[in-house]
């Protein structure tokens, strides 16, 4: 009995020491190196751009957004006079951000889940960019003599080589997707596989369909929902080619 009233101690503990209540999130950003004084945007994407929401200033290395949230959406923070932007999941909870004034994309975002997830998904990115970037730099030299030779086979070598690290990409998304059903992340995934040449479409409803119901019921979820309703019902309606006979 001991055991459970102290359980139930520790719960209303952590309860009572959480900053936000439903529909709320903090965002607390730590600028390290960043004046005081410097401007902070918090912006969104919206059918004409990019729109500034809401304005900060950093004070001692610190910045703080705070507000309602209904439902998570892909946002940005841009720090005045520095390039790039912080990409992050605006939802219920708090959001922690620790700025690189010298590389904005090597800030680190956090405190939530989805903000969790994008940071193990950036991390497992880089890993196959990096990879990439070094193979592409050892081959550049031999891809610019195949173009000028027009060396076929060589070229084909190298696009060959290179789609490796594209699959890699690939196997990265879908493993989120299926193994995250209530991460954001997984929503938008989807979202980006639709437009995808050699899409599958029974594939894409079936990730959706194992979705979280509460990210299948937001409004990007509803949209993504009607657009994949809409694709098959367009590759119902098209024709099959017949392939071409073999020579």
């Known amino acids: 009995m001991k055991k459970i009233v102290l359980s139930l101690l520790a719960v209303a503990t952590l309860a009572s020491c959480s900053k936000v209540g439903k529909n709320e999130f903090i965002i607390e950003g730590n600028a390290e190196g960043v004046k005081d004084g410097v401007a902070v945007y918090l912006e ?7 729109v500034q929401i809401d304005t900060v200033k950093v004070e001692k290395g610190k910045f703080k957004f705070e507000g309602n949230v209904t439902e998570p959406g892909l946002h940005f ?5 520095t390039q790039g932007k912080i990409v992050f999941v605006l939802e219920n909870g708090e959001i922690n951000l620790k700025v690189d004034k010298d590389s904005i994309n090597k800030s680190v975002v956090g405190g939530t ?3 969790d997830q994008l940071a193990t998904y950036s991390k497992e990115y880089e890993k196959v960019q990096k990879k990439m970037m070094a193979f592409q730099k050892a081959n550049m030299e031999k891809w610019q003599q195949a173009q000028m030779t027009q060396d076929t086979v060589t070229r084909n070598a190298l696009i060959k080589e290179n789609k490796v690290f ?18 954001y992340l997984s929503l938008l995934f989807i979202g980006q596989l639709i437009n995808q040449p050699d899409r599958d ?6 990730y959706f369909d194992s ?21 098959v019902e367009v590759e119902k309606k098209s024709p099959v080619v017949p392939p071409l006979p073999q020579q």
């Open 44 to 50: 969104k994407q919206d059918s004409t751009g990019l």
């Open 201 to 206: 479409l029974a594939k894409l409803n079936k």
């Open 211 to 231: 979705l979280d119901a509460d990210l299948k019921a937001t409004k990007e979820g509803k949209k993504l929902k009607k657009t994949l309703t809409q694709a």
């Open 77 to 81: 923070v841009q720090i005045d006079q």
């Open 113 to 115: 889940f989805s903000n």
């Open 166 to 183: 594209q699959d890699e990409f690939m196997k990265l998304t879908v493993d989120h997707i299926e193994k995250q059903p209530k991460s």
